[in-house]
């Protein structure tokens, strides 16, 4: 006989019962970025852009848009780019996105893409014995040497649609100068639930 057998069988008290589940579920959201002046905006070098900020599934995302591609070495890559990032500081959120370009007779969009987006890094350096931490707005070069951070960009599209494709739809996609990128996100949640049984 076990050591354990004596507790399992001695009716001490009331038995406790319980019973926990999970249920996941969607939350969809949409986004429209506007771009007024689009011919200018085209003007800023490569990696260089701007970002749109949102809510969606109750955290906070922003829609990156870089005219001239998102990699500075590449002074105009012909495409524009197009992130999503995450800007909360979550461990991990599962989401699908979609960017598509708004246009009355027919959008312009790729399929959508599902990614495990991260909140901002969190870097740990060590000096001799002090320990230092640096959040994503710090980081730290080769030697040591605080530098301004990379751009971390989310996930999304390099290439997302060709410059010259864009110039071709000028009268639909580009009506009056302006662009109108929509970006799509349906978030995964988990909700818990737990039942205490009498």
């Known amino acids: 006989m076990s050591a354990a057998a004596p507790l399992l069988s001695a009716a001490i008290g009331p038995l406790s019962r319980s019973t926990s589940g999970v249920v996941a579920r969607v939350s969809r959201a949409f986004h429209i970025f506007r771009i007024d002046g689009y011919s200018w905006s085209t003007t800023l070098p490569?990696?260089?852009?701007?970002?749109?900020?949102?809510?969606?599934?109750?955290?906070?995302?922003?829609?990156?848009?870089?005219?001239?591609?998102?990699?500075?070495?590449?002074?105009?890559?012909?495409?524009?780019?197009?992130y999503l990032r995450l800007d909360e500081h979550e461990d991990r959120v599962r989401a699908q996105f979609r960017f598509s370009l708004l246009d009355p007779a027919a959008a312009y969009g790729l399929p959508a893409a599902t990614a495990v987006f991260m909140g901002p890094t969190r870097y740990n350096y060590y000096d001799d014995d002090d320990r230092r931490e640096y959040y994503y707005d710090d980081y730290i070069d080769e030697d040591g040497n605080e530098k301004d951070p990379p751009e971390e960009l989310g996930f999304g599209y390099a290439e997302f649609v060709a410059k010259e494709e864009l110039e071709r739809r000028r009268d639909s996609l580009l009506r009056d100068d302006s662009l109108a990128i929509r970006c799509d996100v349906a978030v995964l949640e988990f909700g818990h639930r737990s039942w205490q049984i009498a």
């Open 46 to 82: 490569g990696g260089e852009g701007v970002r749109s900020s949102f809510t969606a599934g109750g955290r906070d995302w922003s829609l990156g848009y870089y005219p001239n591609g998102a990699d500075a070495s590449t002074p105009d890559s012909g495409h524009i780019s197009l």
